[in-house]
């Protein structure tokens, strides 16, 4: 059974840094293009970031120069460092994987990941 399972997240002031994890049993991550969705309160789910199987990297403009996404295949896990963390970073975060055959070098609409972890709350705030 394929699962991803978060972990990390916390309550953080305003500049702070965080790195959530995304471990993955039942599947080989590298094999799979993942990303890092986030959902604040009364808001849509935001993709942040991906990597994709040809370890192309992107960022949502509004985490550009403060998080990095990283895979460690000997772990097979994915990270996700935010630091200068900001209270608009509030929410919960989620990492997804995309079927292996699903090739791109952009981040995919949330609905081409199918296998979800159940999420992981950061809160920035004084």
């Known amino acids: 059974q394929l699962q991803l399972v978060e972990s990390g997240g916390g309550l953080v002031q305003p500049g702070g840094s965080l790195r959530l994890s995304c471990a993955a049993s039942g599947f080989t991550l590298d094999y799979y293009p993942i990303a890092w969705f986030r959902q604040a309160p009364g808001k849509e789910r935001e993709g942040v970031s991906c990597?994709?199987?040809?370890?192309?990297?992107k960022y949502a403009d509004s985490v550009k120069g403060r998080f990095t996404i990283s895979r460690d295949n000997a772990k097979n896990a994915v990270y996700l460092q935010m630091n200068n963390l900001k209270p608009e970073d509030t929410a919960v975060y989620y990492c997804a994987a995309a079927n292996p055959w699903v090739v791109s070098r952009q981040c995919l609409p949330p609905e081409k990941y199918d296998y979800w972890g159940q999420g992981t709350q950061v809160t920035v705030s004084s």
């Open positions: 990597i994709n199987r040809d370890s192309s990297i």
